[in-house]
């Protein structure tokens, strides 16, 4: 009985309906991103790897047009993902651009970050000397599209490994001045990271 009464608040807290339609031929629809950088429908109760999206394509594109939500319209979630007449709003635990691990890009030396668990579809540049560990909530963070905030969060088991090699000079209180990487050794940037703000977590 104390599971379906918390399926009923589950639902009258809900302030949605999945594909309503509130205006002619167009449709919206509401995602949650989580920690590790999966999508869900928002209201799916449970949130684990057999419920999120896995075909990469769907989430190349989802993740292509995701931008910051200023539609005025459900401000509750931060980002949204036009596509056509669709709106599909998104929130997410932390960031909506989540690291998951480094790969080598084809015929060169680069580095990149894949994110958002869809492969070498979805990549940014690795840049190790912007990689910024917050001492409030050992969060990981690493430049991120423009469009979606300029702010990635690092997935937690890349997070522990890229742990190992930071370096304090500033004490362990303070985020870590170096980083090391393949034996190189990193001057942290800090300056396109505000600790203050930026590891607010989105509602």
């Known amino acids: 009985m104390t599971k379906i009464n918390h399926l009923k608040q589950f639902f009258r807290n809900l302030t949605y309906i999945q594909g309503q339609s509130p205006e002619p031929k167009v449709r919206e629809y509401f995602y949650y991103i989580d920690h590790q950088g999966m999508l869900f429908l928002d209201d799916a109760r449970i949130k684990n790897f057999t419920s999120c999206f896995k075909e990469k394509k769907f989430i190349r594109f989802f993740f292509n047009q995701l931008r910051v939500n200023t539609t005025g319209r459900y401000t509750e979630f931060p980002y949204v993902s036009p596509c056509g007449r669709e ?106 990271f505000n600790i203050e703000k930026d590891v607010l977590k989105n509602p």
């Open 87 to 192: 709106r599909n709003f998104v929130r997410c635990d932390d960031r909506p651009i989540v690291f998951t691990h480094v790969i080598q890009k084809p015929d060169s030396n680069d580095l990149l970050l894949a994110h958002n668990h869809a492969g070498d579809l979805l990549t940014t540049k690795f840049l190790p000397n912007k990689v910024i560990m917050s001492p409030e909530t050992c969060r990981v963070y690493h430049p991120a599209p423009e469009r979606t905030g300029s702010v990635g969060l690092v997935a937690s088991k890349l997070a522990i490994e890229f742990s190992k090699s930071f370096k304090f000079d500033n004490g362990e209180s303070k985020p870590p001045t170096h980083f090391t990487f393949n034996d190189v050794t990193y001057v942290l940037e800090m300056d396109w």
